[in-house]
């Protein structure tokens, strides 16, 4: 049975997660092959803006829209930082960025 380009694109498609902070539920998707990139310039040139970029990238509403956009990143920058680290660190994992999602796939 042959695989078309289609089925190809829907395989692709970023996987969704949620994740639990005080109680509340945040829904979040891991990045795509470009943000990958962006990501990892903005970690060489400004490591401090990271956390902010991965909120804004794949925090979702309950309808599975995009929360945030560029212009939030101050407001981003504002909130607590447990919360932008729990979910920093979620998306990281859930694309396959950190060394425990690294070992996962050896």
Do not use: W, Y
Not at 80 to 102: C, Q
């Amino acid at each position: 049975m042959g695989f078309n380009a289609a089925q190809f694109l829907a395989l692709g498609a970023p996987r969704r997660e949620v994740v639990q902070f005080e109680g509340a539920t945040i829904h979040l998707r891991e990045l795509t092959v470009g943000e990958r990139a962006e990501v990892l310039r903005v970690s060489q040139e400004e490591p401090v803006r990271l956390p902010l970029l991965l909120v804004r990238l794949c925090a979702l509403d309950d309808a599975g829209a995009p929360m945030f956009a560029v212009e939030d990143e101050d407001k981003i920058a504002n909130l607590r930082p447990g919360l932008i680290d729990t979910v920093a660190h979620a998306v990281m994992k859930l694309s396959g960025m950190t060394a425990e999602a690294k070992e996962k796939k050896d």
